[in-house]
Nanobody, 124 residues
Framework: QVRLVESGGGSVQAGGSLRLSCAASGYTGSDYCMGWFRQAPGKEREGVAA???????TYANSVKGRFIISKDDANNTGYLQMNSLKPEDSAVYYC??????????????????WGRGTQVTVSS
């Protein structure tokens, strides 16, 4: 049974940094790829970042140059390093996984496995 558990969320002032983690179980890390999504109150869930297991990554325009997605297959854990945070980054952040090596160009519906989310709040 695949399970994803996010951690690392919290409250931070604008300009600060947070690193989100996504601990995965129930599969071998190298057999799955991963993405991060977020949902702010009153808004639809949106893609933030995703990566292929061989390196290529995609980022939402709003986070390019500030967020970095990575994955440690040895520890079955994914990460989202978030720098220069802005109040508009406040949301519940979700990690998602899919079988295969390529997630960079997948749509949200193509991710079958999801965590329960972690809250990120950025104050001005």
């Amino acid at each position: 049974q695949v399970r994803l558990v996010e951690s690392g969320g919290g409250s931070v002032q604008a300009g600060g940094s947070l690193r989100l983690s996504c601990a995965a179980s129930g599969y071998t890390g190298s057999d799955y790829c991963m993405g991060w999504f977020r949902q702010a109150p009153g808004k639809e869930r949106e893609g933030v970042a995703a990566l292929d297991n061989n390196g290529p990554t995609t980022y939402a325009n709003s986070v390019k140059g500030r967020f970095i997605i990575s994955k440690d297959d040895a520890n079955n854990t994914g990460y989202l390093q978030m720098n220069s945070l802005k109040p508009e980054d406040s949301a519940v952040y979700y990690c998602a996984a899919a079988p295969g090596w390529s997630c960079a160009w997948r749509e949200e519906y193509e991710f079958p496995y999801w965590g329960r989310g972690t809250q990120v709040t950025v104050s001005s």
